[in-house]
């Protein structure tokens, strides 16, 4: 199978993939795990800090929302209430947050990201932004806000 690619046609089958005209959802995601497995491993290869994506995510929005309450950034993020408090004791443990008491309801707690966490947060997304330039080299910009779009438009459903 021959596709278009920067004005070049790239026979998959002579790259070792096996392609159909009209792929199973079985063989669609199966290619889409593959290629999130690869940088998932690359990315726990490469980051030295024992955290994981999800929590870069809860750091970055820490950063750019200010403090905030678990029950928001789960809402945002899409994460599971229960998920969120795993990701925040494992921050709070290893000082990248803290959790306080809201001075006017003693009953909410808000997360907000410390020093520590924004120099990892730092590190992260230096490394992130490598680790883009990398593994997607051999996409245009133009395929990559398509990939973008794809998955955005996939996940709006």
Known sequence: MDIQHNNKFVN???????????PSLFELLHEMDKVNGKMIIRWKKLFKVNIGISHILVLSYLKEHGPSRPSDIAKYLEFAPASL?????????????????SSKDRRITFLEITDEGLNVLKEATILGQDM???YF???SDEDINHLLAIYTKLNDQ
Do not use: F, P, Q, W
């Open 85 to 101: 408090t795993h990701l925040s004791d494992k921050l709070i443990a290893n000082h990248y947050c803290v959790r306080n008491a």
């Open 137 to 139: 080299k051999v996409l």
């Open 12 to 22: 998959l089958e002579k790259k070792g993939m096996h392609m159909t005209e009209n």
């Open 132 to 134: 883009k330039r990398e």
